[in-house]
């Protein structure tokens, strides 16, 4: 790091991804502060810096270095990987441990304590917290969970046949066992009669009365903010078919497409995304959104000069905006793509991005990954 930046961060303050320790800092503190930082979105640990900012420095005589690595091995579990320097700064010597987003997470105090970093103070993750952290590694499918209040009376027979047509098996001519022993097995109801977070988003009556994070909000600004007057709005609930199909017609339909006439033809003046693109960004939102979180939808927000794709969750642990950018795919909901691909709602091999990413360059137009706290958000030039 030189030393312009390490001024200019230290000159910031303490927040979300900094945290500022003394020399005399415990053992079990920094544990405490690097395990935060790698359970969010990772961050750097200054040691030798005190909280009003003054540069106190650390002791040559012992090995920082050393010191660091083992509590990131041997007091941290799974053990983790962190990067160290010394900075010389106004005479002093600084300590700075970076910590990358975790890759293995969650990760955890050798006393068991799971600690996360929210603004610029740590605290043990609550239950739901600690869900989202399992969620992300891959551990724990949260679309596999049942939904209260659910049963077989909750599911469209019609898409549960079509879904089955595909393994030649004729749900309609089964007998009550063999259907309920079909969706069990399956995973769309539970050993107990519940129907999955997956089961009911694609097969689903009404998936909003149970999953009132489930849907898209849509909302066309005239503008390029949304201090604009809104042209159209609409909350999009039903099956997850209805719910792309729905969203992509609004899209259609409120994108302006220029035009002249020449000679008796209208011609086209400025080139507008195939619908191909449109449809990846609203499967990919559907499929890979974190609905876990309970207290929002997806949000599809459209403005003059771009259009917004926003999906509440983070990306998974292993995945960051350069992977995106270089065609990287994830899968947060494994059962529910499973669903999804069956039924052809989006295609097995990862290629929605990739593809919306060439057609952006096919046209010169600019795409944008972005992680805004709990949220994913894909901006897209029009």
């Not at 991804?17 to 395990?35: G, H, Q, Y």
């Not at 320097?85 to 105090?109: C, F, H, M, R, W």
């Not at 159209?232 to 006439?261: C, Q, R, W």
Request: aromatic content about 8%; glycine content about 6%; overall charge negative.
């Amino acid at each position: 790091m030189k030393n312009s930046n390490l001024i200019e961060i230290i000159q910031q303050g303490e927040n979300s991804a900094v945290e500022f320790k003394s020399a005399d800092v415990k053992t079990d503190s920094l544990a405490k502060e690097i395990i935060a930082f790698a359970n969010m979105n990772g961050g750097i640990i200054l040691i030798g810096i005190e909280d009003d900012r003054t540069i106190s420095g650390v002791s040559k005589e012992k090995n920082w270095e050393e010191w660091t690595m083992n509590i990131a091995r041997n007091n941290i579990n799974p053990p983790l990987n962190i990067d160290f320097e010394y900075i010389e700064l106004d005479g002093k010597i600084i300590a700075s441990i970076n910590v990358e987003k975790g890759k293995n997470k969650p990760y955890q105090t050798i006393d068991g304590k799971y600690y996360i970093r929210i603004g610029s103070t740590n605290r043990i993750a609550s239950i739901v917290e600690l869900m989202r952290l399992f969620q992300e590694s891959g551990v724990f499918h949260y679309d596999l969970c049942k939904v209260e209040n659910t049963s077989i009376k909750s599911l469209n027979y019609n898409t549960i046949a079509e879904y089955f047509k595909r393994f030649e098996i004729d749900f309609e001519k089964e007998s009550d066992e063999n259907r309920s022993n079909l969706l069990t097995n399956t995973d769309i109801l539970t050993v107990n009669g519940e129907v999955t977070l997956a089961g009911l988003l694609v097969f689903g009556i009404n998936p909003a009365r149970y999953l009132f994070q489930s849907g898209i909000t849509f909302v066309h600004y005239n503008g390029n903010d949304v201090t604009g007057d809104i042209i159209d709005s609409k909350h999009i609930e039903g099956d997850m078919d209805y719910v792309i199909s729905t969203a992509f017609t609004s899209i259609k339909n409120n994108i302006l497409t220029p035009s002249i006439i020449i000679g008796l033809k209208r011609v086209d003046i400025k080139e507008i995304y195939p619908d191909k693109v449109f449809r990846e960004l609203i499967t990919n939102c559907c499929a890979h959104r974190n609905y876990a979180i309970t207290g929002s939808k997806i949000r599809i927000l459209l403005f003059n000069n771009r259009i917004e794709f926003i999906s509440p969750g983070k990306l998974p642990n292993t995945i960051t905006i350069d992977k995106l950018n270089a065609g990287v795919s994830f899968r947060r909901n494994q059962l529910l793509t499973k669903f999804m691909v069956v039924l052809r709602l989006m295609d097995t091999f990862g290629r929605g991005l990739p593809n919306v990413i060439a057609e952006a360059k096919r046209m010169k137009k600019s795409i944008l990954f972005e992680e805004i706290g709990e949220e994913f958000k894909v901006t897209l030039e029009l």
